[in-house]
């Protein structure tokens, strides 16, 4: 049973599959030291997802940061 006024709210969700799109990638080959890698292994060990993913997510996030003037 509510309790007040019901409100509705703007769907404002995209639909599943633009959820699901990615974007296209390039592969590249990349030398990062030791420490970098140990620390983004970890850090993708505690979400349960790979570590080049996160470093992948990490620079496309830079990269739109800087890539638009302010």
């Given amino acids: 049973?509510?309790?007040?006024?019901?409100?509705?709210?703007?769907?404002?969700?995209?639909?599943?599959?633009?959820?699901?799109?990615?974007e296209k990638t390039v592969k590249v080959t990349l030398?990062?030291?030791?420490?970098?890698?140990?620390?983004?292994?970890q850090y993708a060990g505690k979400y349960n997802t790979k570590y080049q993913k996160v470093i992948r997510r990490l620079i496309d996030v830079y990269a739109r940061k800087y890539a638009t003037p302010h």
């Fill in 31 to 41: 030398r990062l030291s030791e420490n970098s890698i140990k620390f983004f292994k």
């Fill in 1 to 22: 049973m509510p309790m007040g006024n019901l409100v509705r709210v703007e769907d404002i969700l995209p639909p599943p599959e633009e959820l699901m799109a990615t």
